[in-house]
């Protein structure tokens, strides 16, 4: 990675500093609580921990928003898929030089293939653990993503940035606890933990859950990059000249903070916001400070850095659905207005989502690469 730079010219090095960690976890965490105080509403239920999990009745399926959401979603995708299918890619990738399937790739797919049939099935014998499947499953599914990317290019992310990869496991947990946070508001989705626990468990368990998301997705996005097929259509593309400076981040923060807050108020309503308004605090908090974002390539034409991280969450969603479909402990969806046409249990239009949170994955995965290298590299 190169340096970058602030529009001023200077170059953004060192370590983020902690106050401002702390700047953008007040950001993300208050302004809620904000629209909850001008509604007029109580703030117990909303900070208690573990945020134990209620499920509530939304408004009910409506055509016209099912149609106008897929509508923005095609009219926002088909650019990109028509330029995938109406471009070539280059037919190799330079420098790109395979290996063997590592061993411990060969350990995660039969970890996959074993917790996948116990979380599927259930087992008398294995019964007291049939709930603990989702971690293993995971962290299988990582290290198979980790050596599909050895195997085709030589390295992977596990090997050649050890202490990243491992870095994102523990702000993973973090950063998926926020989403759990936003839930609070909006009660979009809801657990079914196959029996009683305490709370101490419950978090313990939560927590190492949580810690797989971010190495999945950024996994993904690494072993989707070593495909030229997909990579080149966005390499040289449609520049776009956005806007970046303090300014525009501020402006950012500005819109990022109404909307959190807005969505205590309206969950109903604004309930998508829980997958946009904090990618516009990371990308506007980034521009800020003059660090890089994930819509720099944009505006030299190169979108690899839009599309990798998006359709890297995408494919981890399916997994996520689809591996949480026949669990014992397992969530559920409860979306206003689009709830119907489920794939697994989640509701068409749901999945949509996963394009933003690919890149404020790709957003959390920058800043943690900052701290743990200490120069930005």
């Known amino acids: 990675m ?12 060192g370590r983020l500093p902690p106050l401002h960690f702390g700047l953008i976890a007040a950001l993300l965490c208050l302004t809620p609580l904000a629209g909850i105080l001008y509604r007029g509403g109580p703030l117990g239920q909303y900070m208690e921990f573990p945020p134990t999990t209620r499920y509530v009745v939304h408004a009910p399926f409506s055509w016209p928003v099912f149609l106008l959401l897929i509508g923005f979603v095609a009219g926002v995708c088909f650019p990109f898929l028509r330029r995938f299918l109406t471009c070539d890619g280059e037919a190799g990738q330079a420098g790109a030089r395979g ?18 049939v116990l ?35 030589g390295t992977c992310l596990l090997c050649s940035r050890p202490r990243f990869f491992l870095a994102l496991f523990p702000a993973s947990a973090v950063f998926w606890w926020y989403f759990e946070y936003l839930n609070r508001f909006v009660q979009n989705w809801y657990y079914l933990a196959g029996g009683n626990i305490s ?47 303090k300014c525009t981040g501020l402006l950012l923060l500005g819109v990022a903070v109404f909307s959190l807050a807005l969505l205590a108020v309206l969950p109903d309503v604004l309930f998508p916001l829980v997958w946009i308004a904090p990618l516009l605090i990371l990308v506007g908090f980034q ?15 190169n979108w690899r850095r839009v ?50 949170f690919g890149l404020e994955c790709a957003a959390a995965a920058s800043l943690i690469k900052e701290y743990i290298s200490g120069n930005g590299q």
């Not at 709930?131 to 085709?152: A, E, Q």
């Not at 521009?287 to 034409?301: A, E, H, I, M, Q």
């Open 287 to 301: 521009l800020v400070t003059g660090r890089p974002t994930v819509l720099d390539g944009v505006r030299k034409g």
């Open 2 to 13: 190169t340096d970058n730079h602030s529009p001023s010219g200077q170059v953004r090095t």
């Open 307 to 356: 599309v990798l991280p998006a359709l890297a969450a995408l494919l981890c969603g399916f997994l996520w659905e689809m591996w949480n479909w026949k669990s014992l402990a397992q969530w559920q969806y409860s979306i206003p207005y689009v709830q119907r046409f489920q794939i697994f249990a989640m509701p068409l239009p749901g999945y949509a989502g996963y394009l933003p």
């Open 199 to 245: 709370a101490v468990e419950y978090v313990v368990h939560a927590s190492a859950c949580f810690s797989t998301v971010l190495p999945a997705v950024v996994s993904a996005e690494e072993f989707l990059g070593t495909f030229p097929r997909l990579t080149e259509p966005f390499r040289h593309w449609r520049p776009v000249p956005l806007p970046q400076g």
């Open 119 to 153: 979380a599927w099935n259930r087992f008398v014998f294995f019964e007291p653990l049939q709930r603990y499947t989702f971690f293993p499953l995971w962290l299988g599914c990582i290290l198979v993503l980790n050596g599909l990317s050895r195997r085709r290019k």
């Open 99 to 116: 290996g063997p399937f590592p061993w411990w790739g060969w350990l995660g797919a039969g970890m996959v293939g074993l917790f996948w």
